[in-house]
């Protein structure tokens, strides 16, 4: 079964780069009918995507984001990476990966999120 | 604000139909499916349905979807304590060369 799993520091500074990364297990990042995306949820607050991305390297981003996101991928290590810059306290939250299958145009499979705050 | 407007809460006793909308634009809903997830207190969400009102496998069917122009609805029937949880509508935005949006979200409350 796959499962998708966070990992990364949970306290990032102002003005720092947040870097997060989605390891993929029981089953291939490299699959072609799937789509690989981060979301993120801040305390007590609704969710808001970052950013897709697909085994081939293509990445999409939410345009309020696409400024401070890159979303990358290694499929020797069946992972993928989100990185935003330049930080604040807006972004703490929750950050989850998930699968989006191209079939169900849905995220089927999500990650059990990361929290991560940023402060001094 | 969020670019899908739900209510913030609904209500209902166990046994109960209740349902949980959606509205959007032309941009969004309009022109795309809307996918509905769930998230239970404490977890990450769950995807409940998918194109406008496909169940994935597991997912009871007390829950069904649905979608009419640029708004989209959630129903829950035969309401059970276990429903107890927040709602998200979700579904691909044409504008700025394409995005995906939620709603703000729905608590549902079983009383």
């Known amino acids: 079964q796959l499962q998708l799993q966070e990992s990364g520091p949970g306290l990032v500074k102002p003005s720092e780069t947040l870097s997060l990364t989605c390891t993929v297990s029981g089953g291939s990042i490299s699959s072609s009918t799937y789509y690989w995306g981060w979301i993120r949820q801040p305390p007590g607050k609704g969710l808001e995507w970052i950013g897709s991305?697909?085994?081939?390297?293509?990445?999409y981003y939410n345009p309020s984001l696409k400024s401070r996101v890159t979303i990358s991928v290694d499929t020797s290590k069946n992972q993928f990476s989100l990185k935003l810059s330049s930080v604040t306290a807006a972004d703490t939250a929750v950050y989850y990966c998930?699968?989006?299958?191209?079939?169900?145009?849905?995220?089927?499979?999500w990650g059990q999120g990361t929290m991560v705050t940023v402060s001094s | 604000q969020s670019v899908l407007t739900q209510p913030p809460s609904a209500s209902g006793t166990p046994g109960q139909r209740v349902t949980i909308s959606c509205s959007g634009s032309s941009s969004n809903i309009g022109s795309n499916t809307v996918n509905w997830y769930q998230q239970l207190p404490g977890t990450a969400p769950k995807l409940l349905i998918y194109?406008?009102?496909q169940r994935p496998s597991g997912v009871p069917d007390r829950f069904s979807g649905s979608k009419s122009g640029t708004s989209a609805s959630l129903a829950i029937s035969g309401l059970q304590s276990e429903d107890e949880a927040d709602y998200y509508c979700?579904?691909?935005?044409?504008?700025?060369?394409?995005?995906?949006?939620f709603g703000g979200g729905t608590t549902l409350t079983v009383l």
């Open positions: 194109s406008n009102n």
């Open positions: 979700a579904t691909w935005d044409d504008s700025l060369n394409g995005y995906w949006v």
């Open positions: 998930a699968r989006r299958g191209t079939a169900e145009d849905a995220f089927d499979i």
């Open positions: 991305m697909y085994y081939s390297g293509s990445t």
